[in-house]
């Protein structure tokens, strides 16, 4: 790449015109076809309220533990989980081997929640409802009064530690490509996965009318990016693919307790891939702060 200051405007570099000369390597990211290559996994059997007690109701939809960002782990891994999905990518770079510059490429998923309308009814008709605000001071003690700003939709379904947001900072947790797969020619092959199991939790008395918990409703709804970025430029975020998913969790009577009985995970089964890729600014990706895990709070005001 040839940098420099066009002071004449005519799109050539005059003999006076500073500039500078920059190595680049082109890199291309390839979605492999067929269903080993792209899928979806999805399981209704691991929902459970173990975590519920006599004052709260606590469901998840799998094991609240998921692997760290880029930790190396297998497909057995997506048994635990309500949501999964596996992707294999060619990457392909310069040089003789098609392997320079593949080192500065970083390939993860960022999740975002689109919608939230999981609520609790008490007995008087009053709820407590997911909400996300704007702003992490918000105590995070239920909304009982005043009229905090919440966030608009989409909002990123994670809570970046660091603050960068930058990276695979934004990249949900267990979001790893250090699963390799043996090439069929020289390029590199990774194997990108993801697991999700997310969960809600309500009080068993509504926290103004402390009347007693009667039901529960309502659904998570996701969007799941897969991207890639440069370690050069990494606040840019390329997109390959792409898909939706949601959840409900399960059934609540003040007789009867929780049971599974309409705890569902809804999801396509295979991600939809985009030839050619997207900017992420227009495949409307959020991936700055906040989180939803940073900001989410109950609101009892209703």
Known sequence: MHAFVDCDGDGKRGADESGIIFNVNMIQVDVLPGTPNNMISTNNNNFNASGSNTTHLSVHSGSPTAPSTNSTYGDNEFAN??????????????????????????????????????????????????????????????????????????????????????????????????????????????????????????????????????SISGTNQFDVFLTAFSKNFDKNYTVFASTTWSLTYGTFTAGGGWTSSGATVTAPGAMTVHNPPLQGQNAGIERCSPGFTQNYRMDARH
């Open 81 to 214: 989980h309500a949501f999964a999905i596996k992707v294999t990518v060619k990457v392909t770079g310069g040089g003789g081997d098609q392997r320079r510059g593949i080192d500065q490429i970083g390939i993860g998923y960022i999740q975002q929640v689109t919608a939230d309308s999981f609520m609790g009814t008490y007995a008087d008709g009053r709820t407590l409802q997911e909400v996300i605000v704007q702003s992490s001071a918000t105590p995070s003690t239920a909304i009982v009064s005043g009229s905090p700003a919440m966030l608009a939709f989409p909002v990123r379904d994670h809570w970046d530690h660091t603050g960068t947001d930058r990276g695979i900072n934004v990249f949900i947790n267990s979001s790893s490509d250090n699963g390799p797969s043996p090439p069929a020619s020289g390029v590199e092959q990774r194997v990108v996965r993801v697991v999700d199991s997310p969960g809600i939790g309500v009080t068993m008395i509504h926290p103004v009318t402390h009347t007693a918990l009667a």
